[in-house]
């Protein structure tokens, strides 16, 4: 079976599919930040496991959290705006 090559096969695909097959790829993408920022977070708020957060943990994987997106925000607007520059030469 051949690989499937998506940058040759681009032209053969139902532009539904492409749009389908974006989405997908993108919400992978997503999953896999949410699933670094918790273990980023986790390893530098969580001391020691227990029944329940106590307010400094919350606080601390709450901040953790909103930075992480807050970064992940700005880099994404930058690389859009980089992207724009780069096609109005």
């Known amino acids: 079976m051949a ?3 998506a940058a040759s096969a681009g032209k053969n695909v139902d532009p539904e599919l492409q749009d389908f ?4 790829k993108q919400k992978a ?3 896999a930040q949410i699933h670094e920022f918790n273990d980023i977070c986790w390893e530098k ?8 957060l106590d307010s ?3 606080t601390c994987l709450n901040n953790c959290v909103n ?5 992940s925000l700005f880099i994404a607007t930058r690389f859009a705006q980089t992207l724009q520059k780069g096609q109005g030469m």
């Open 67 to 71: 930075r992480f997106i807050d970064t």
């Open 29 to 31: 993408q997503l999953s």
């Open 3 to 5: 690989d499937f090559d």
């Open 21 to 24: 097959l974006m989405a997908e």
């Open 56 to 58: 400094r943990t919350e």
């Open 45 to 52: 708020c969580m001391d020691k496991p227990s029944n329940k």
